[in-house]
């Protein structure tokens, strides 16, 4: 059946072979440093609006910096961003989503499992890691999609030794890669149903409103310790038990003796049931 080989990766619990180091081409020209960076995605839980968003330089020692470069925006309706801050070709920086409850501004975002609008707690956060490459000139631009998947990575990565290096960012996005068949980073959140959507994105559609089924679900959510009647607490508990369950080397989604994997996979199913 197509959707057992769409998953059969994610659940393979088993250790990655370590990446070899790759460098470029050695004809490769010098890098020039871009004056500023433009980023544009979507932010998705599911989507989400009045979003804060913000980007972050890394630390010499690979720890995130918790000051925003440039200037914050906000999510329109249907979880687009675009965010510009000074920034250099090559170096990795992490796109930051939040959901606030300030300026009139109140993040919501669309349950895919539900269909129904709903708040997300002040602390609410994911994120993407992202790497501008080299322009001639002038401002760079790139993009990144948001949501549960490009934070595994961006947790996976912050947590390897030595933090937000190039080499870990690479490992985290392999991993995840492998573990989902696709980069979350990369591909532009649709929402389930969409027309026009490609082989990909409905792959993550059908991921997001798994992790939607989590939340919704009393007893799944409650195998990964997120209970409560409050259905944005609960999302808000099972992306991070998610992102505790990372690591850059390994597949296998656990955290303490909870098989993330595992429950994870169950969810899936129900939504492919449904």
Do not use: W
Request: with cysteine.
């Amino acid at each position: 059946m197509q959707r057992h080989a769409l998953f059969a990766a994610m659940l393979t619990a088993g250790l990655l072979a370590a990446c070899g180091g790759g460098g470029g081409d050695s004809d490769t020209p010098t890098p020039v440093t871009p004056a500023s960076v433009s980023v544009t995605g979507v932010a998705a839980k599911g989507l989400m609006r009045d979003a804060k968003v913000t980007a972050h330089a890394i630390k010499a020692d690979g720890s995130i910096d918790e000051t925003p470069l440039g200037e914050p925006v906000y999510t329109d309706a249907n979880g687009n961003y675009t965010l510009s801050f000074p920034g250099s070709a090559g170096q990795p920086y992490v796109v930051r989503v939040q959901a606030v409850n300030e300026g009139g501004r109140n993040t919501k975002h669309l349950d895919e499992a539900s269909g129904v609008e709903q708040a997300l707690p002040a602390g609410f956060a994911m994120r993407a890691v992202i790497t501008p490459t080299a322009a001639s000139e002038g401002t760079v631009t790139t993009s990144a999609s948001v949501t549960p998947f490009s934070e595994l990575a961006a947790a996976a990565a912050a947590k390897a030794s030595g933090g937000v290096t190039s080499a870990n960012v690479a490992q985290a996005v392999t991993t995840v890669t492998t573990l989902l068949g696709f980069d979350p980073a990369s591909v532009v959140v649709k929402a389930p149903g969409t027309e026009g959507a490609t082989g990909e994105q409905k792959k993550l559609a059908l991921m997001l409103t798994a992790v939607s089924k989590l939340a919704d679900d009393s007893a799944l959510s409650g195998s990964l310790g997120c209970s409560g009647d409050d259905a944005g607490a609960r999302t808000r508990c099972v992306v991070e038990k998610l992102a505790e369950s990372a690591t850059a080397t390994s597949i296998k989604l656990a955290s303490g003796s909870v098989d993330v994997s595992n429950v994870l996979t169950q969810a899936v199913d129900a939504v492919l049931a449904d």
